[in-house]
């Protein structure tokens, strides 16, 4: 008892020594996992179940095509009666009801916010929520009031809170939340904003360039396609052999040049990018093949932080994990970002960890979730 006493002590000095931001964090993780431990147990008992969210501590549920809400014990806290219902974003969810009416409800089911004067919403972010009134877009506020005009040919996409992409007549730009122009730079198709360069990459008459934040020129890119995410440019380009990848850093300077690897994850995580070469194709009874690779992972500056040693799967870690075949067996296990085994090779597929919890497969037909030590917990 005295021990038990002891350890309860040195966990209560822990907590209150630790700063205010780190225990709500660690709490939010906590709670993360035990919501999706509860929501693993529950699936059997509805034809479909979201994610938790932790705020409200409820889960979007689907039976016979119908949507309702339940808490982690699985009870019903807002009946079935959605044909669509969205998981809870800043404390709303966007449903739909047999008449196809929108509206936002909070998380004891009440109508937050009516929507009879919209054709469409989606769910909120970072406080707002965009809306279609016949085929032009705005936004509203949490109080459901039109903060934006609904004036815009497509939905406002938002790159920073309170910044967002628009588009009128014909004509994309960068503005505020009144849906007023913030920036000189317009006419783009695409456009990904590095925020901790100050920069963004923009597809133009002329091609991908990179900006600056006053739209000033800073680099032409030789790329067909581009991807920004984490600091680096993921691109492509059709060459004489197909279609080629690469990874392109933040001065839009090659650190996986063309030609390097034949497929290029285009995600980074934890530091890492998965990569591949081909070593063959496999024939299947139905006349297509497999295409067989090695795999292995760069870092952001391209060295190879894991060799190219593992089979076939071109994925991107999760929650510091992640599913690789291994060469020998083809089974999947799960590495850490070293490289080395931490789940051994057993299975034939494999999900990423979500809140600490992974499903893998070891047949078409037996399936059931692990821990990150590979312990089976359904």
Not at 82 to 102: G, P, R
Not at 320 to 335: H, P
Not at 347 to 376: C, M, N, P
Request: aromatic share 12%.
């Amino acid at each position: 008892m005295k021990k038990i006493l002891h350890l309860w002590m040195v966990l209560a000095a822990a907590i209150s020594c630790s700063s205010p931001a780190t225990r709500e964090k660690t709490d939010a993780a906590d709670a993360a996992l035990l919501f999706e431990k509860a929501r693993i147990g529950l699936e059997n008992r509805y034809e479909f179940i979201d994610t938790f969210d932790v705020s409200t501590g409820l889960a979007v549920v689907r039976q016979n095509d119908v949507y309702g809400f339940a808490d982690s014990s699985g009870q019903l806290v807002v009946p079935m009666r959605y044909t669509y219902a969205s998981s809870f974003t800043d404390e709303l969810a966007l449903v739909t009801d047999s008449s196809d009416q929108f509206s936002f409800i909070d998380k004891s089911g009440r109508v937050a916010i009516e929507l009879k004067d919209y054709d469409n919403a989606f769910p909120f972010v970072s406080g707002y929520a965009a809306v279609r009134k016949g085929d032009k877009y705005g936004l509203i506020d949490k109080a459901g009031k039109e903060i934006m005009p609904c004036q815009f040919e497509a939905a406002p996409q938002q790159i920073v809170p309170g910044t967002y992409i628009l588009v009128q007549q014909g004509k994309t730009f960068i503005g505020d939340l009144a849906g007023k122009p913030t920036l000189a730079i317009s006419g783009f198709g695409e456009l990904y904003y590095d925020e901790q360069n100050k920069q963004y990459a923009m597809y133009t008459d002329s091609g991908w360039v990179l900006t600056g934040p006053d739209g000033a020129l800073r680099k032409r890119l030789d790329c067909d396609g581009l991807i920004g995410q984490g600091g680096l440019y993921f691109v492509n380009r059709t060459g004489i052999a197909g279609t080629e990848a690469a990874v392109l850093n933040a001065q839009g300077e090659p650190v996986v040049p063309y030609g390097k690897y034949d497929n290029v994850n285009p995600v980074i995580v934890d530091g890492l990018v998965c990569v591949a070469i081909r070593t063959g194709e496999t024939p299947q009874a139905d006349g297509s093949s497999i295409v067989n690779q090695k795999v292995g992972f760069v870092d952001a500056t391209g060295k190879e932080a894991i060799p190219l040693k593992f089979k076939d799967f071109v994925v991107d870690f999760s929650e510091g994990l992640c599913a690789v075949g291994d060469s020998a067996t083809g089974k999947l296990g799960y590495i850490d970002t070293k490289g080395n085994w931490v789940i051994p090779p057993a299975y034939t597929r494999g999900q990423g960890f979500l809140h600490g919890f992974a499903k893998v497969w070891t047949d078409e037909q037996t399936s059931f979730y692990i821990d990150r030590t590979g312990k089976r917990v359904q």
